[in-house]
């Protein structure tokens, strides 16, 4: 959620999000299973892992062990 470029963050319990997702799906379609395929796919979005990339090294690994 972002509130004039301000992240913001809070908890939910899992329900409320599911049932806000629902609610926000339904603005986007009358038909169930759009509905449904929506919201499945916002929490899912929501809840998949943001793994952060390990930062690259300056040299290769190699390079580092003297091998060259």
């Known amino acids: 959620m972002s509130v004039r470029g301000a992240s913001v963050r809070r908890t939910a319990q899992l329900g409320e999000v599911v049932a806000a997702a629902f609610d926000r799906a339904a603005l ?3 038909d169930p299973r759009e509905v449904s395929r929506l919201a ?4 899912a979005h929501l809840l998949r892992p943001r793994w952060k990339a390990a930062p690259p ?3 290769p ?3 580092a062990e003297g091998v060259l």
């Open 28 to 30: 986007y379609s009358s």
């Open 40 to 43: 499945t796919q916002a929490v």
């Open 57 to 59: 090294s300056r040299w």
């Open 61 to 63: 690994s190699f390079c």
